[in-house]
């Protein structure tokens, strides 16, 4: 075989949920994901990819509802090219796993492959696809050795290993089960037992070295991913070269602002303006500062109108410092009297006490009580 191109992805994880997106955010984005799944067809279709591989965690968990799994098989249907899947750490081939459920076992495409065995699979004449399958939530060694460890080179097979897990270089040794052997995986390759390594479990698409990758997930799931939504195209032939290819559609940005006067607060509001398919993004804020009630109730309206145009708009609660700075001609101004009065008051001497909390009943007193004006 002169050059052979197919497809990497991973970690599609179809069914999982994000609950700081509401219910109409988590709708659109979880149709977003088997959106991004057909894409990959697409993607397949037009670079003449032979096979798409999928590197583990193609559903969120074994027990995704029926529904999810149906609609997984659809999009699967709408990838043209054969499709060898690979069960990760979140759908383990453990007891009750969704790959011998009935849903699954009646609706899976024909041209769907899960790897339930070590064994190659020879997918072309000339190409075998070699898979380290999970049978737990929690290996107790390397879950990629066994793939290929008795493994012996064989100068006319393309061979690709499949693999699921975190490599100690990148891991920091934070992994809670045994990482993959980095050194070994590299060895494999040297020596011509393998020539191309598909990892999964990382999100963010990662180049280990020009024949090992990460594919990362095929849409973004958290803000800290700084590579995601992307499909690896990758042709072998007497070199070997990947390319990451957009299928996703979805953004989750982090943005840190200091927020201590109007001009700040309009900095916010433009910065807001000018992000694009605000549909499709969701934004968490770290601020730090301090405001006077009337520009706080203002961040306060800002904040809860962006959170209806983008997918979510939230305080990141871990780094939200902003306080509250009530002065004396702000709280006068509600005209409050009786009860509202004294429990004012109450607060202004709490807050004099050094009380943050007292501040930010303050403010919503104050916000409270101009809307009703």
């Known amino acids: 075989m002169d050059s052979l191109t197919f497809l990497h992805s991973s970690d599609w994880q179809l069914g999982m949920m ?11 984005w979880g149709q977003a994901r088997l959106d991004a799944v057909a894409r990959i067809g697409e993607v397949a279709e037009r670079t003449g990819a032979a096979f798409v591989v999928v590197t583990g965690d193609v559903f969120e968990h074994n027990q995704v509802e029926r529904q999810t799994i149906l609609r997984a098989c659809e999009a699967l249907k709408r990838i043209p090219v054969p499709v060898v899947l690979l069960p990760g750490n979140h759908d383990a081939l453990e007891p009750g796993s969704l790959w011998t459920s009935s849903q699954w076992l009646a609706h899976a495409p024909d041209h769907v492959t899960v790897l339930t065995e070590t064994t190659p699979f020879r997918i072309l004449p000339g190409v075998e696809i070699v898979g380290a399958p999970w049978r737990s939530r929690r290996p107790l060694s390397d879950p990629a050795a066994p793939a290929y460890a008795d493994l012996q080179a064989d100068p006319g097979t393309i061979r690709i290993l499949l693999a699921h897990g975190q490599l100690t270089s990148l ?7 045994p990482p993959i052997d980095q050194t070994a995986l590299e060895a494999a390759v040297a020596d011509g037992r393998l020539q191309y390594v598909g ?3 990382r999100h963010s698409t990662t180049r280990v070295t020009d024949r090992i990758w990460f594919s990362g997930t095929q849409e973004v ?15 072998i032939s007497d070199g070997i070269e990947v390319e990451p290819v957009r299928v996703g559609a979805w953004h989750m940005v982090d943005h840190r602002v200091e927020l201590f006067d109007e001009e700040s607060i309009a900095a916010l509001e433009d910065w807001f303006a000018e992000l694009p398919e605000k549909e499709r993004t969701y934004v968490r804020l770290a601020g730090d500062g301090s405001l006077p009630l009337p520009l706080l109730a203002r961040l306060d309206s800002i904040i809860d109108a962006q959170g209806e145009v983008f997918a979510s708009v939230e305080r ?51 916000r409270l009580a101009r809307d009703a004006g």
């Open 18 to 28: 994000r609950r700081f997106l509401g219910p109409d955010g988590q709708a659109r």
């Open 171 to 177: 891991s920091g040794g934070m992994s809670e089960v």
């Open 199 to 201: 990892l999964g479990d």
């Open 221 to 235: 799931t958290s803000p800290e991913e700084d590579a995601p939504g992307n499909v690896l195209k990758v042709t």
């Open 316 to 366: 990141w609660t871990k780094f939200w410092t902003v306080r509250p700075a009530p002065d004396a001609a702000d709280l006068e101004s509600l005209q409050l009297s009786g009860p509202a009065r004294a429990a004012m008051e109450e607060l202004r001497q709490a807050l004099a006490g050094g009380d943050e909390g007292a501040g930010a009943a303050l403010s919503l007193m104050h």
